[in-house]
């Protein structure tokens, strides 16, 4: 079962913020959200991840609703490089005797910039 | 410091052949994980490594198998080639500690013909 919901696709201006929403209403308190992205003909990038407080590094900033049940990656300043596939994922940080948890990819949000 | 290296990068086999390809983790990580990609069915979980150590296994038959040697590198193999095997195979690595992120490889888009 889908543990995300997301658009199937959004465009975004160049130079301007795009806002990627992800809809994940039965987190669990464990949860965090991971956020990757795929280029075509290329391996899942890493973006950022969080667990209830808005974070932001080089390349994103992710926003988490105090309910946890939805979030929403920015991207600052959306460039033509940033056309892409996004997934947003849910999963346990801390791994267990049985390993890493498998990452779950929905169909993510394919986000067009538009020059 | 260096990414997920996955050799080779593009392969063409025939079916009824077998494939076998290799997977670099960053340094220090000892999960390695393994995921096909197809058009249709998305990215799939194969299997997981750690400590030469099957963990996980995702629903994939037989001919789908795996290892991982003492420095943490891993090779999966694929016999008895099928034209549905055709795919992006990712391989994937983590510390398996705190701030346990995985990473992606650049991925082996193998096809079969």
């Known amino acids: 079962d889908a543990k995300t919901t997301q658009p199937p696709s959004m465009d975004c201006a160049e130079g301007r913020a795009a806002n990627l929403p992800c809809n994940h209403s039965?987190?669990?308190?464990?949860?965090?959200v991971y956020w990757y992205r795929q280029i075509h003909s290329q391996g899942p990038q890493y973006i950022i991840h969080?667990?209830?407080n808005n974070e932001t590094n080089e390349m994103a900033s992710l926003i988490i609703t105090e309910d946890r049940k939805s979030s929403t990656l920015i991207l600052p300043h959306a460039t033509l490089r940033d056309t892409a596939v996004y997934y947003c994922?849910?999963?346990?940080?801390?791994?267990?005797?049985?390993?890493?948890?498998?990452?779950?990819f929905g169909t993510g949000t394919r986000l067009t910039i538009i020059p | 410091k260096a990414g997920v290296t996955q050799t080779p990068r593009y392969l063409i086999k025939t079916r009824g052949q077998q494939v076998t390809l290799s997977c670099s983790p960053i340094?220090?990580?000892?999960?390695v994980s393994w995921y096909q990609q197809t058009p249709g069915q998305g990215l799939q979980f194969l299997f997981e490594?750690?400590?030469?150590?099957?963990?996980n296994k995702g629903n994939f038959p037989g001919r789908f198998s795996g290892r991982q040697f003492s420095n943490s590198r891993s090779e999966m193999n694929v016999s008895t080639l099928e034209l549905g095997d055709s795919a992006l195979y990712l391989c994937?690595?983590?510390?398996?500690?705190?701030?346990?992120?995985?990473?992606f490889g650049e991925g082996s888009w193998l096809t079969v013909v």
């Open positions: 969080g667990l209830k």
């Open positions: 994922i849910v999963r346990g940080l801390i791994p267990t005797n049985f390993g890493n948890e498998k990452l779950t």
């Open positions: 340094s220090g990580h000892r999960s």
């Open positions: 039965t987190i669990s308190g464990n949860e965090y």
């Open positions: 490594y750690f400590s030469e150590t099957q963990r």
């Open positions: 994937a690595s983590s510390l398996m500690t705190d701030g346990n992120t995985i990473y």
